[in-house]
């Protein structure tokens, strides 16, 4: 139950900040990104430990940021992560006296629903790029995931696809996340576009439970590209001089 209740809670605590804290000193807007994310697996056998590989994901969603003076900032948001990774099985077959590489590809695929909360700090200057640095924890909650089951001969097929049935004792549907990021600000009119790089790390196993004890953790690196409009922002008048 406490589960089913968490994704509610996050919009409900999303929706509240907009309404309550909408001011001269919020930015509010949206950004896209990718993620080279990839999993540690700990707990099994040398004989037995994959290949574990990284994939590109995508990441999307809405930014929301309350500025407290020219250099701080809390920032916040709701995010969609597709996170997981690939990981292999190889073996040689002899076949008509010639050796076949055969194997196994195992594509595992998890869709986060995350809401960051950090601390910026804005090195603001004269000039009208700002670099910035970010740190914080981000809450995420898993939506849905799949494992795929590829055979690797000459190209990919895929032989079966099971679905992660989070709702089971062995998976952890919450996760937490310590994240770091830096990038740069780019005021622009009423609003500013931002791009960033971040590196991320669960802090929980996400096997829960498990006849074998194996670890199998997220990390990775992101890079986004947004943009934040700023309100309460007032735009130039251009004053007429004849008119004055």
């Not at 209740?5 to 930015?27: G, H, K, N, R, Y």
């Not at 910026?120 to 799949?146: E, I, M, Q, R, Y």
């Not at 055979?151 to 696809?161: A, H, L, M, N």
């Amino acid at each position: 139950m406490r589960k089913k209740l968490l994704f509610p809670f996050l919009v409900l605590l999303f929706i509240v900040a907009i309404q309550d804290q909408l001011s001269a000193q919020t930015e509010f807007g949206a950004s896209y990104g990718l993620t080279l994310n990839s999993a540690q697996i700990k707990g099994v056998n040398d004989d037995f430990l994959p290949e574990v590989t990284e994939f590109v994901g995508n990441t999307a969603g809405l930014d929301l940021a309350f500025r407290m003076d020219e250099h701080f900032s809390f920032v916040t948001g709701l995010y969609w992560e597709e996170r997981g990774m690939d990981s292999r099985y190889d073996w040689d077959i002899d076949f008509l006296g010639l050796e076949v590489p055969v194997g196994l590809k195992i594509r595992t695929r998890i869709h986060y629903l995350e809401m960051p909360l950090a601390m910026k700090v804005k090195f603001a200057n004269k000039k009208k790029v700002h670099p910035f640095f970010a740190g914080g924890v981000k809450l995420g909650l898993a939506l849905d995931g799949n494992i795929a089951v590829l055979g690797q001969v000459v190209v990919d097929i895929k032989i079966t696809e099971i679905p992660i049935n989070l709702a089971s004792d062995n998976a952890r549907q919450f996760d937490l996340s310590p994240f770091m990021m830096t990038g740069l600000d780019i005021p622009y009119k009423c609003g500013v576009f931002t791009f960033g790089l971040a590196y991320e790390y669960s802090a929980f196993n996400f096997l829960k439970e498990s006849t074998i004890a194996i670890e199998f953790r997220h990390y990775g690196f992101s890079t986004t590209l947004g943009y934040r409009y700023k309100f309460g922002c007032k735009k130039e008048v251009k004053v007429d001089p004849d008119r004055v």
